[in-house]
Nanobody, 123 residues
Framework: QVQLVEDGGGSVQAGGSLRISCKAS????????MGWFRQAPGKEREEVAI??????YYADSVKGRFTISRDNSKSTLYLQLNSLKPEDAAMYYC??????????????????WGQGTQVTVSS
């Protein structure tokens, strides 16, 4: 079992930046897949950024603005959010899989989910 705890959400103005983090309760091997998802009210949960085994995926809507990274020594996953837009506002969830990332970075591979951290962006 792995518990994931997100932190760092908050409220910013459009164009601002945030860094959110996800601390895992045990060591996550560098090959294991971890990622960030988000869900806005009335919308489905969507992939934002995923990484594992030297591979990285970004949703088109965040490419060039968000950066996913991890510090395996701290069992922590990060997401740097820059140039935030009102449409980025959502609950952001961390997820982890006990396998390396599948070729299509499918969300079905993720076993563990955090409780989420809220990101609010005002225009």
């Amino acid at each position: 079992q792995v518990q994931l705890v997100e932190d760092g959400g908050g409220s910013v103005q459009a164009g601002g930046s945030l860094r959110i983090s996800c601390k895992a309760s045990r060591y996550i091997y560098s090959l294991y897949c971890m990622g960030w998802f988000r869900q806005a009210p009335g919308k489905e949960r969507e992939e934002v950024a995923i990484m594992g085994g030297g591979r990285t995926y970004y949703a088109d809507s965040v490419k060039g603005r968000f950066t996913i990274s991890r510090d395996n020594s701290k069992s922590t996953l990060y997401l740097q959010l820059n140039s935030l837009k009102p449409e980025d506002a959502a609950m952001y969830y961390c997820a982890a899989a006990e396998t390396s990332c599948t070729g299509d970075f499918s969300r079905d591979q993720f076993t563990y989910w955090g409780q989420g951290t809220q990101v609010t962006v005002s225009s």
